[in-house]
């Protein structure tokens, strides 16, 4: 077995390149932190070598853990070649790595990535003069376009087969750093692998907290050297790398001296009044047209037909009757079983819409100025934009959302950022917001947009009032990020991306949602009557009735307090797009439990109340404490209840001047929010006090 591991920056396409060369389907996303974990696939048409897709990283010191995970599985799990993936689009920055990846031992080939960047900006690559300075084999590769891909996995491989003995180090450091390091070597004790002794040494001179702790006798090495150039040595290190890649660099490269592309867009997009309204107003046209007018049209024009009651239900009905069929089952199947699962269906346009949009964003690369913009803003509030990545991500599915919140070193902005990433509408809950849409605000052209931006809003709040308490308190960490150019994604990256997605929404309602539908339908039409179990012939002697009058006292304030809908809310948990599934078992039309203002009260619940049981599931995972599971779980279902609450009772206080003790409570909410926002920080009001 052959093992090739793909190393190199954040966000310089090595996801990509793994797909194209093991034709497998993982997540690419614009922007660094998407990959968390090391992902190993077979390289085609090559049956004995495996590619290893591993997370970015900008060096062989990790910070984070998703760095640890790339580094201890290049230097512990002794692939045969690394493929170097750099961006040619910033070299400087990507060959600090490469420095570090010759050192390791193992044989390296560089691939120079978005070569079609690189040409689009006029900029010449000296592949020879790379190959010269860093001692190995170097490529052009569009990962994007796939060319060049094939050359180089082929020299890749034959190089793993036909390795023998370390590769030679063409760069090097000062004269003193270098006998330092030979120093420390010749100290390292004989059983430690030749091939990595260089690499320990450099490690162990940089005081690198994963390997140092064993080594106490370099100190005074160390220090010696350290003293001669008056820093630390990790900078010593650091810059002397920095110093040989400047000093090859001009002979590596001809810049053209255009202005690229990239920047003059961002001039307008990331302008410091234009870019929060422009933002606003492409994520409000995404969910105008996904879920509103074109994404409805199309719905209407395939889904509804086919699942609606002149549709699949009434040939279903015809034909069972016709055979004969017993009454239960052809219940079970009409009203149950396309019922349910129809409903859920019948979104699949909406749902395709949405994320062929939001993977075009993505992809051209206007996402991560988001995430860029957002950090202005946040930051006002002692947030971090670091904190938005996930909750791009999350638009799509919570549970890679809640993943990606790895990439923060912070531990309190990173539970922060757990708790508050479901708050943002994600795929699932694209149907409950079109259903409430068109069946109770006949298709208003604000309700989709406004459920996007109640979980923006929502984020913020929750982030400000957090912060602001003692165990969230603190300085915001720094927020680095690499604008990637812009380019036009190809139909197939967006097809790909659009299909993984709706295909998993499909997937799911052939499954959970069949098992779900089938269960309420079951449970919906049987109950005890007359102290006998059986069919129940009205729904509110059911069983599911009887559990759902237990809880639906809860809602009532919030203005949906049926056992319809709590049934319904309790169902989400299992997975959100099974509230759609829920009143197409129970309803012919949602508007016979609900008016306007109670269906937006009951949206806004079930948008921002607890995710589902897999997002549920992620939070335990990430936070990997139960008690901080239970206070993610208990503050969004807490904050989602006073939110639906002060909409349902200042609603119903403004438009039929109803007064009850629920409005008080929305009052008081109100001024506990306004509280909680404007008072001083922790770190303040401890020096206040003082
Ligand atoms: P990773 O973080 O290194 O795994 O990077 P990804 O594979 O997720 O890709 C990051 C971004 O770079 C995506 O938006 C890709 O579409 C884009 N990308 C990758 N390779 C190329 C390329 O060869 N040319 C261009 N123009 N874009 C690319
Ligand atoms: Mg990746």
Not at 328 to 338: A, P, R
Not at 641 to 661: K, T
């Amino acid at each position: 077995m052959i093992k090739i591991a793909l190393a190199g920056n954040p966000n310089c396409g090595k996801t990509m390149l793994f797909n194209a060369l093991t034709d497998s389907n993982q997540y690419v996303g614009n922007w660094a932190g998407v990959t968390v974990e090391a992902k190993e696939g077979r390289l085609k048409d090559e049956k004995d070598v495996i590619v290893a897709d591993l997370p970015g990283i900008y060096s062989l010191s990790p910070y984070t853990p998703e760095e640890v995970v790339a580094r201890n599985y290049l230097v512990n799990e002794e692939p045969d070649v690394i493929l170097n993936i750099i961006d040619g689009t910033n070299l400087e920055r990507n060959l600090y790595l490469t420095t570090q990846l010759c050192e390791i031992g193992i044989p390296v080939v560089m691939a120079i990535n978005m070569i079609d960047l690189v040409k689009k900006n006029g900029d010449i690559i000296n592949l020879e003069e790379i190959s010269e300075h860093f001692g190995c084999v170097c490529f052009e590769i569009s990962a994007l376009k796939g060319t060049g891909v094939k050359k180089c996995a082929k020299k890749a491989v034959e190089l793993a087969r036909t390795n023998k003995g370390i590769p030679p180090i063409h760069h090097s450091f000062d004269d003193r750093v270098e006998s330092a390091i030979h120093f420390i070597s010749a100290m390292l004790p004989d059983g430690t692998d030749m091939l990595h002794k260089r690499y320990y040494a450099t490690k162990i001179f940089e005081r690198d907290r994963l390997v140092s702790d064993n080594f106490p006798d370099c100190e005074s090495i160390i220090k010696d050297v350290e003293k001669y150039y008056d820093d630390d040595s990790e900078s010593i290190i650091a810059d002397q790398r920095y110093k040989y890649i400047t000093s090859c660099i001009d002979e590596c490269r001809t810049k053209s001296g255009k202005t690229p592309i990239s920047e003059k867009i961002d001039a307008v997009v990331t302008n410091k009044y234009l870019s929060l309204p422009i933002f606003v107003l492409i994520m409000f046209g995404v969910y105008y047209l996904s879920v509103t007018t074109l994404g409805s049209y199309l719905s209407d024009l395939i889904t509804q037909k086919l699942f609606g009651a002149e549709g699949l239900a009434l040939l279903a009905d015809n034909f069972l009757t016709s055979i004969n069929c017993a009454p239960w089952l052809t219940s079970l199947i009409t009203d149950g079983i396309i019922g349910g699962v129809g409903a859920v269906l019948s979104f699949v346009p909406q749902i395709i819409v949405l994320f062929i949009f939001l993977s075009f964003l993505e992809d051209c690369g206007y996402m991560s100025r988001i995430a860029f913009i957002m950090d202005r803003l946040f930051r006002k509030f002692g947030l971090s934009g670091k904190s938005f990545i996930p909750i791009l991500v999350g638009t799509g599915c919570g549970v890679p959302g809640i993943m990606s919140s790895r990439t923060i070193e912070n531990v309190n902005e990173r539970r922060m950022t757990i708790i508050t990433t479901t708050f943002i509408p994600c795929g699932a809950k694209l149907p409950v917001i079109s259903l409430i849409a068109s069946s109770l605000f006949g298709g208003a052209w604000w309700v989709a947009p406004s459920a996007y931006f109640t979980g923006i809003a929502s984020i913020i709040i929750s982030g400000i009032i957090l912060k602001k308490t003692r165990i969230f308190s603190g300085d915001v960490s720094p927020f680095v990020m690499e604008l990637p150019s812009y380019h036009m994604p190809t139909l197939k990256s967006v097809f790909r991306a659009t299909w993984d997605r709706s295909w998993s929404y499909v997937k799911k309602a052939g499954t959970i949602i069949f098992l779900a539908s089938c269960a309420v339908w079951f449970l919906s039409n049987f109950g005890f009557y007359d102290g006998k179990f059986g069919m129940v012939q009205y729904m509110d002697n059911s069983v599911l009735a009887y559990i759902g009058n237990f809880v639906h006292i809860i809602f009532s304030p919030l203005g949906f307090g049926t056992w319809q809908a709590s049934v319904a809310t309790l169902l989400g948990l299992v997975a959100k797009e099974e509230i759609v599934g829920v009143f197409g078992v129970l309803y012919g039309n949602i508007s016979e439990g609900f008016n306007a203002l109670s269906g937006y009260s009951f949206l806004v619940f079930n948008l921002l109340c607890a995710p589902c049981v897999a997002a549920m599931g992620a939070i335990r995972r990430e936070m990997n404490s139960p008690k901080w599971t239970l206070f993610a779980i208990g503050y969004q279902c807490f904050f989602a209840y006073c939110v639906s609450l002060c909409i349902y009772q200042l609603g119903l206080l403004f438009v039929s001047g109803d007064f009850a003790i629920s409005t008080i409570f929305a009052f008081l909410i109100i001024a506990a929010l306004i509280f909680m926002l404007i008072r001083k920080p922790y770190n303040n009001r401890k020096i206040t006090k003082r």
